[in-house]
């Protein structure tokens, strides 16, 4: 038997990049990449994404942390938004009509600042004109004669009635009450005793004059109320006109400057009326009271009501605006009206509203991360509004929720035209397309950025120039070839591919940045391969303490592992922790034990719960195979139990199930396993070995184990064959196998297995009744015959299999 044919050639197990390859003396010889590599699908989906002018073709770039999903964003983004135009501008002025409703207003490109300044140099100056002008002796003199036309005329009225209320015996005193009527007895006011001491037709005939004055002055007040008004309205008509005369040449300018804007027109000519009929807030000698006084005395106060609240000023822009907002809080994204204290009292105006991600991205793009919005979970449902609707309000989140809220002001809507992109796991994705029918109209476009690419030359000579950009980047020492081979080769060891190069390009940054701290220490102009090698052993060290401790305890014995010798139904699995960014592999002890009776294969991690859905999966498969291969002629008599022994936590995973398989066969056949081979791999009902994950680290993991112990040629590790493409092995380890002190040895199914774990064959047949004697098949079928023989003696006329499947109803019944 050639056990030989199984052994994995030295140059299979690993793939190192010559420095040959690259036709320089270090990466500053080279231009850096502009942008990322390997993501060629992302990058057509993204292409396409952009060029959708359609409703509902807004972009979910779906990729894991690392693979360039944003630095490929940005600069297609930017690309794309050079062939765009510039915005337009947009401001919130006053409603004078209803200034709970601030107007939005659309300005050109670049105009916003222009308008904004026009206004405030134009309010300012109309303020000072009309000051001027009211305190200006044309005016006051105009103002005088009016006011001493009405002095003449209530002097002219209160004497004709003083000569009316004479003829009739009467006075005219002015109280603070008003005007009274006084009667008079000898030229003189009449006093009480004297109108005591008249008559009776006396008194009636006074009472009676007394009326008709009384009649005379309130003809007299009311010929007075009418002069007085009609001086008003004299005062104010001068007031208007004089302040129409001043003011009018600077809004004619403004008038004329922005004509062809219909909306700024109509905004204008409606602040033009609202100066006129609010002359009453440019008077400075009035008095006032002292609220009024000190609010008017404010002249900020006064600009407040007609300046421009100018939110989105596109004038620093030559394109379509890219924006990437990484803190899409409520107010960050949408905007929010903030307030002020005045007196004690919170207020607010248009002048207070504060823009938004979404207004500044107006016209080109946003950017969001799907982990910021989760974090700020409340934003989702009115970012899919404001897509749908293609407008904008801002308002307080309270008021977009439901809360109570005193808020009335309600901006006018802006309408957008924006270009969505969210960026975030995978997951994300599918969760949000499953769960909400909204997103899958929204976001029409998913762009999946893969963990790796092929490992070309192409594709190695474009790492290079990332290296170089980098480099260049972060004014780091550029690196040599053989340093960049080694980053290479480092990067298929990431993808766990020979074939494979990652595309986690920030993990590829912090070798390059950290080589270059150790060639800083060396004094070294460049980085070479050994500052590489360095870096990513001293990544390692820094994770590795969790993994030292337990090599620790292997070693005392604390944990038992056996790598010499032999022992029946017991074998080394190989698992791997994970350990954040961390991975390593460490062999685990697993036992089977076999005895006659129904209760089948059992799981003692699954009965005790800490078996997750896959390893459970692992373990039931073996019963698929067991029945296959010896229960065609006769009923399976069989109890067993399997084991990881010391595995006190969950474990998951099927990795171990054709470890687990030949422990069993052992354990039946009653052939010994050797305890220096550990095994990986995943088996199915048909006896074939399928790949699994992190072969690398379990090689590497019994490696130390096997090191520390001692390397007596004997020891290695059993593979699938399907995992040799995902060989890239420690040096170490390949001088360990080339000296001939370590093997590993790849199977495509059981039987090779066993013959290497063995030394035995398995038997070439695959029906229970031409197993070849002696071997490992026949050993097992033996022994299940016999089970199965006695079994039947015991239990009589009923199976096996009826016994097996009472006891399962029973054992299933105590659980429930």
């Known amino acids: 038997m050639d056990l030989n044919k ?420 995978p997951l994300y994705y599918y969760w949000l397309y499953t769960h909400d029918e909204e997103f899958q109209k929204l976001f029409k476009i998913k762009a999946d950025f893969d963990m790796d690419m092929n490992r070309t030359q192409r594709h190695m000579k474009d790492y290079a120039r990332f290296i170089s950009s980098v480099c260049h980047a972060e004014k780091l020492r550029h690196f040599t070839p053989p340093a960049v081979a080694r980053v290479i080769d480092y990067a298929s060891r990431m993808a766990d591919d020979q074939g494979k190069l990652t595309t986690l390009f920030n993990k590829l940054a912090e070798i390059i940045y950290e080589a270059n701290s150790w060639a800083a220490y060396d004094k070294a102009e460049l980085a070479s391969g050994e500052h590489v090698e360095k870096a990513i052993k001293e990544k390692q060290y820094r994770s590795a303490a969790i993994e030292e401790k337990l090599q620790e305890y292997i070693q005392q014995g604390t944990l038992m592992i056996n790598v010499s010798g032999s022992r029946i139904g017991e074998l080394n699995g190989l698992a791997v922790y994970q350990m954040g960014d961390y991975q390593f592999g460490k062999p685990v002890r697993i036992t089977a034990k076999t005895f006659m009776g129904e209760k089948g294969l059992v799981n003692i991690e699954r009965e005790i719960y800490l078996s997750g859905s896959i390893h459970s999966k692992g373990v039931l498969t073996l019963n698929g195979y067991m029945g296959s291969q010896y229960a065609q002629d006769k009923p399976l008599s069989l109890s067993a139990s399997l084991t990881i022994e010391q595995s006190y936590s969950g474990i998951e995973g099927d990795s171990a199930s054709s470890a687990e398989l030949y422990a069993l066969l052992s354990s039946l056949a009653e052939v010994p396993l050797q305890q220096g081979i550990a095994v990986t791999g995943s088996v199915n009902q048909n006896g074939e070995i399928q790949a699994v994950g992190g072969v690398n680290q379990k090689i590497e993991g019994f490696f130390r184990v096997c090191k520390e112990r001692g390397l007596d040629g004997q020891q290695g590790v059993i593979i699938p064959r399907h995992n040799i493409a995902n060989l890239m092995l420690d040096e170490e380890i390949i001088k360990a196998v080339k000296d001939k002190l370590f093997t590993i040895w790849a199977v495509k199914n059981v039987n090779e297995g066993l013959e290497i774990l063995t030394g035995i064959p398995a038997s070439e047949e695959e029906k229970a009744d031409q197993f070849t004697p002696g071997s490992i098949h026949y050993l097992v079928n033996k022994k299940l015959s016999h089970w199965s023989r006695k079994g039947q003696s015991i239990y009589g006329n009923k199976t096996i299999a009826a016994a097996a499947s009472d006891s399962g109803l029973r054992r299933r019944s105590r659980r429930v």
């Not at 005329?153 to 009635?161: A, D, F, V």
């Not at 004329?256 to 204008?268: A, C, Q, V």
Request: aromatic share 10%; charged share 25%.
């Open 6 to 425: 199984y052994r994995v050639k030295v140059n299979n197990l690993s793939k190192n990049c010559k420095p040959s390859l690259f036709k320089f003396s270090s990466t500053s010889e080279i231009p850096p990449l502009p942008g990322i590599i390997g993501q060629d699908r992302a990058v057509r989906s993204l292409a396409f994404g952009l060029d959708m002018n359609i409703e509902g073709y807004n972009i979910y770039l779906a990729g894991y942390f690392g693979t360039g999903k944003t630095t490929l964003a940005r600069k297609m983004l930017n690309e794309k938004a050079m062939n765009k135009p510039v915005p337009s501008d947009w401001c919130y002025v006053n409603n004078f009509t209803n200034i709970e409703t601030p107007r939005v207003l659309q300005i050109s490109a670049g105009m916003g600042q222009e308008f904004k300044k026009d206004v405030a140099e134009n309010i300012e100056m109309v303020i000072k004109l009309i000051i001027k002008a009211f305190e200006g002796e044309e005016f006051e003199q105009q103002k005088s004669a009016i006011v001493n036309n009405f002095v003449e005329k209530t002097n002219r009225i209160y004497l004709n009635l003083e000569e009316e209320a004479h003829s009739y015996g009467f006075s005219i005193a002015r109280t603070q009450n008003g005007v009274n009527s006084v009667p008079l007895k000898d030229g003189e006011s009449m006093s009480q005793e004297v109108y005591m001491a008249l008559s009776e037709d006396e008194r009636a005939e006074l009472m009676k004059k007394s009326a008709v004055v009384q009649d005379k002055i309130n003809e007299s007040f009311r010929q007075y109320k009418e002069i007085e008004k009609m001086i008003k309205e004299k005062i104010k008509a001068l007031e208007l006109e004089t302040a129409r005369s001043v003011i009018m040449p600077n809004f004619e300018i403004l008038f004329n400057r922005y004509k062809t804007n219909p909306e700024i027109s109509s905004y204008l000519q409606e602040m033009h009326q609202d100066v006129l009929n609010n002359l009453d807030m440019f008077r400075t000698n009035e008095e006032e009271s002292p609220f009024n006084l000190l609010r008017k005395m404010d002249k900020r106060a006064l600009l407040r009501r007609y300046q421009v609240n100018l939110i989105v000023d596109n004038s620093s822009l030559k394109h379509a605006p890219v924006v990437f907002e990484t803190n899409p809080s409520y107010a960050n994204l949408f905007g929010q009206i903030e307030f002020e204290s005045e007196f004690g009292v919170l207020t607010t105006d248009f002048s207070r509203i504060k823009p938004g991600a979404i207004h500044k991205a107006n016209g080109g793009y946003l950017v969001l991360h799907i982990n910021d919005i989760i974090k700020n979970f409340y934003v989702w449902d009115k970012l899919k509004r404001v897509i749908k609707n293609k407008e904008i309000v801002v308002e307080s989140i309270g008021k977009t929720l439901g809360w109570g809220n005193s808020e009335t002001m309600q901006p006018e809507a802006i309408p957008i035209d924006i270009k969505m992109i969210l960026i975030g796991d």
